[in-house]
């Protein structure tokens, strides 16, 4: 092989990865604002899922968590505040588990809704199964607490996925229960919980 296949084939190989190159990037750029509509969609359709009685959410603001933009909001019928739900998310094994949490007046858990989550799949993500999600509902920060065994008091960690089962319950839910609480009750800061 001489000097000019060489070059031959580098030439060759820098064309395709510039072409290459260029058609994701077109594709990105085509496909960027559709993604970004989707998203505005599904966070709406989450949020009327949690608290389907509200004729209206409006978001109050935005706070941080694990140095994560997040939102909160209030539900309302009528004009009436019926209960908020915060966004939060929870350090698992695998990832950052993504949260919707919605608490009634009380700021006791009504529903829980996963967003996104990248755990270990047959047992971390089991944390967006109702059977575990039901768990939450109608605790209080106070007993939201993970046991490995039976509890009704507090929550019971999946088997085998202790960690992802803390991540959504004590980090994630109990810091946007935590937050959500002390914004509404006094005003509280808007960078609270785990860094």
Do not use: C
């Not at 409006?58 to 941080?64: A, I, N, P, Q, T």
């Not at 509902?137 to 039976?150: A, I, M």
């Amino acid at each position: 092989m001489n000097f000019r296949d060489i070059m031959k084939i580098t030439l060759n190989l820098a064309v395709v990865y510039l072409v290459g190159g260029l058609i994701i990037a077109l594709a990105h750029a085509w496909t960027s604002p559709i993604r970004y509509q989707n998203k505005v969609t599904a966070e709406e359709i989450a949020l009327k899922s949690l608290l389907p009685e509200a004729d209206r959410i409006e978001k109050l603001g935005d706070w941080k968590i694990h140095e994560k933009p997040a939102k909160y909001y209030v539900a309302k019928k009528g004009d009436k505040p019926i209960g908020y739900i915060v966004q939060s998310f929870g350090k698992g094994y695998s990832s950052y588990i993504n949260t919707l949490v919605a608490v009634d007046r009380d700021f006791r858990v009504m529903k829980v809704k996963v967003l996104d989550q990248k755990e270990t799949p047959g047992l971390g993500d089991a944390v967006v199964e109702d059977s575990f999600i039901d768990r939450l509902r109608g605790k209080d920060s106070d007993h939201l607490k993970v046991f490995k065994t039976e509890t009704a008091e507090y929550v019971q960690a999946i088997t085998g996925a202790t960690i992802s089962s803390r991540a959504v319950t004590e980090d994630a839910v109990r810091s946007g229960v935590n937050f959500i609480r002390d914004r509404i009750k006094g005003g509280g800061s808007g960078n609270v919980g785990p860094k």
